[in-house]
């Protein structure tokens, strides 16, 4: 197959979207109008045109996340390799949920999961998963630890459990809220602690309220701590959560969903240190580790209770697989599963390690760029973090006005945040291994002259 053309085809769109508009200028009606006019399927079309109009569609009417000045969502930029994997699993359509229906792509899974788990410092038994993303490696970490601290979850729910609580910062991503809905915990089961200036979990209030918990007849079994936060990049405390934990006989879950990949990189890994005494860990490969949509990961150190929480039996499917090899719809969230995990073991087979910490590495400097040149420029950082995320503001600053006129004139992306209770401020994350110096220095300079008028 000629791989050499789908890299190239890659590499020039992302060229061109390296120099064209960001931001779209489109209402819904608009698009619907152009779907209604060409698409009621009632007759086939040509498939080369309609490729081409969607394409164009595409290029015109969306945020384009993979623009060196998107300073966004952790929508990243991704590499030709992982395109190309994509491409052949597309082509493929290998089927995950069987170990037999799929031996190589199973395999290549667990290779490539099992390499990570180790920089993580789990244990060479750990449990690992790819996922639809963050949300569903969260899910799976609640489900887990409920079924290993309750033993009758599984087969009789919560009716018959004293109240689980799940602890949490305001910090923390808000999927555990819809998790505690889909469980069945409900929404009351979630405890919120307090964070410190840092904006990281006080542990105090944390000790407090399991013990209040306990005192009025809940259940506490699991504490979420955060290895950069969606708001501010903060690092929650992990080697005192871990042994709190542990001293508490509590679940500890690190959704290290961005910052994760930090694993890798010599400068940044001592910030994520106590992660290898996780529980379970939640990494998104779509993310910092620079691949298309979707690829979350579940990594869990206890892979009795993975079997457990996610056993399954049918006539219909093939019988158990023989040796060490585990079926993986008996050991996840999902069943049909695409072969999400090419897209990583590609990019990291081209690139090497070295080559993924010379691009972690090199976004974490364009963050640390980024805090200079603004603060020489006059604005104020609100946080602190060692990882490419940068919440600023200025004095008498109207984010909302100042953004509309950062995308009409197609500066940059960036977002409105709101740190605790005060007021709104922007928010800018380094998520492109394409984003340079001069990217940093010309948005920081034009948006000096937006304030300026």
């Given amino acids: 197959m000629a791989f050499d053309e789908i890299r190239s085809v890659a590499e020039k769109l992302a060229a061109e979207i390296a120099v064209g508009p960001i931001v779209p200028s489109v209402t819904p009606q608009e698009i619907r109008g152009h779907l209604a006019a060409r698409y009621d399927f009632s007759k086939p079309l040509d498939l080369d045109e309609v490729g081409a109009d969607v394409e164009a569609m595409l290029r015109t009417w969306q945020v384009h996340v993979t623009h060196p000045r998107y300073f966004g969502l952790f929508n990243p930029s991704v590499t030709p390799a992982s395109i190309v994997a994509d491409t052949l699993v597309a082509m493929y359509n290998p089927q995950l949920a069987t170990w037999r229906t799929s031996p190589a792509a199973n395999e290549i899974e667990r290779h490539t999961l099992a390499w990570l788990a180790s920089k993580f410092g789990l244990p060479a038994g750990a449990s690992a998963s790819f996922t639809s993303g963050g949300a569903e490696a969260n899910l799976s970490a609640v489900i887990v630890a409920l079924t290993r601290a309750f033993p009758s979850y599984g087969e009789h729910g919560l009716k018959h459990l004293p109240a689980p609580t799940i602890y949490v910062t305001t910090e923390s991503h808000h999927s555990f809220n ?179 910490v010379e691009m972690i590495e090199h976004q974490a400097r364009m963050g640390d760029l980024l805090r200079e040149s603004l603060a020489s420029a006059g604005w104020q950082i609100v946080n602190t973090t060692p990882l490419p995320l940068v919440c600023f503001t200025r004095d008498g600053l109207d984010t909302t006005k100042f953004l509309a006129a950062l995308y009409r004139q197609q500066i940059a992306w960036m977002s409105e945040v709101r740190l605790g209770a005060g007021a709104p401020v922007l928010r800018a994350c380094i998520t492109s291994f394409r984003t340079t110096a001069s990217d940093i220095e010309d948005v920081v300079g034009a948006m000096s002259r937006i304030i300026q008028g």
Avoid at 217 to 233: D, H, L
Avoid at 271 to 285: F, K, P, Q, V
Avoid at 308 to 314: D, L, S
Avoid at 331 to 350: E, M, N, P, T
Wanted: net charge positive; with cysteine.
């Fill in 178 to 356: 819809k998790i505690a809905h889909m469980t069945g915990l409900g929404r009351r089961a979630i405890r919120t602690i307090a964070t410190e200036r840092n904006l990281t979990m006080d542990l105090r209030d944390l000790a407090r309220q399991v013990a209040e918990d306990r005192r009025r007849g809940f259940a506490p079994f699991m504490v979420v701590g955060t290895a950069g936060t969606t708001a501010a990049g903060a690092i929650d405390p992990l080697p005192e959560l871990a042994r709190f934990c542990r001293s508490e006989n509590l679940w500890l879950h690190v959704d290290a969903a961005w910052g994760g990949a930090a694993i890798l990189s010599p400068r940044l890994r001592g910030h994520l240190a106590g992660i290898e005494a996780a529980d379970s860990i939640t990494c998104d490969a779509h993310k910092w580790f620079s691949v298309p949509m979707g690829a979350g990961m579940f990594f869990c150190r206890h892979a009795a209770a993975v079997g457990e929480a996610f056993h399954a039996e049918t006539s219909y499917m093939p019988g158990k697989t023989a040796g060490p090899a585990v079926d993986p719809y008996t050991a996840s969230v999902q069943w049909s599963r695409r072969f999400i995990g090419l897209k990583l073991f590609l990019a990291l087979a081209h690139h090497g390690e070295s080559g993924y």
